[in-house]
């Protein structure tokens, strides 16, 4: 069965203190790893996709891997403003020849100043 | 990337009522998207509506509860019927961006029904 599975549920971080997220996947026709923002209140919101295993992004303070049964988002001495829940997903092939979208259930982080 | 407009940003509504959301595109698009997002858990994919034709229904979620109208490229709305408590949510409808820019969501409706 295809599962995404985000760690930790939650963390806390100092302001400075660099940690990882890891979204481990289960899929059949891996066609893109996504990871988003998501503030309360608010939809979520793209941050990158990521293809194949070797494969990097960065923006700002983020940086995403992904190998071939997970990826990490990497956060370099975070920020408050970077609290949020992030979460990954999943773009798969179906036996149909379309695509389904699988979410984890995110990681939520909190920023301490 | 495209802009979504989600209406009404949230809601509380009395069980065995109905709620519509409304999704504004400000481009056209073939898809669009719905999912329910329950407290802690992740985002479910609803249905999918395409224009001019009947939305396809993820399994667990039937159009009689869920019936979805998409009259044009840029518009469409989700109708929660028959509320109850456990209809309490968020709803949130999405276009594909494609490769460059992912998905992209509107604001969410919460749904809580009392």
């Known amino acids: 069965e295809d599962q995404v599975t985000q760690s930790p549920e939650a963390l806390r971080l100092q302001e400075g203190e660099s940690s990882s997220l890891n979204c481990s996947y289960t899929v059949s026709g891996l066609r893109g790893l996504f990871w988003y923002r998501q503030d309360p209140g608010k939809g979520p919101e793209f941050l990158f996709t990521?293809?194949?295993a070797g494969e990097e992004k960065e923006k700002e303070r983020l940086k995403a891997t992904l190998t071939k049964k997970e990826s990490f988002l990497h956060i370099t001495a975070p920020k408050p403003e970077d609290s949020a829940t992030y979460l990954c997903a999943v773009q798969a092939a179906t036996s149909s020849g379309t695509y389904k979208y699988i979410f984890g259930t995110g990681t939520r982080l909190k920023v301490l100043a | 990337s495209a802009v979504i407009s989600q209406k009404p940003s949230r809601d509380i509504c009395q069980r065995g009522t109905s709620l519509t959301i409304q999704c504004q595109v400000d481009?056209?698009?073939?898809?669009m998207f719905w999912y329910r997002q329950q407290p802690g858990q992740s985002l479910t994919l609803i249905a999918t509506a395409n224009q001019g034709s009947e939305a396809t229904y993820e399994s667990g979620f039937v159009i009689d509860k869920f019936p979805i109208s998409r009259p044009n490229l840029t518009f469409s709305t989700l109708t929660v019927s028959n509320l109850s408590p456990e209809d309490s949510s968020i709803y949130l409808c999405s276009v594909d961006g494609g490769s460059v820019d992912g998905y992209t969501f509107g604001s969410g409706t919460r749904l809580t029904v009392v």
């Open positions: 990521l293809y194949s």
């Open positions: 481009s056209q698009v073939t898809m």
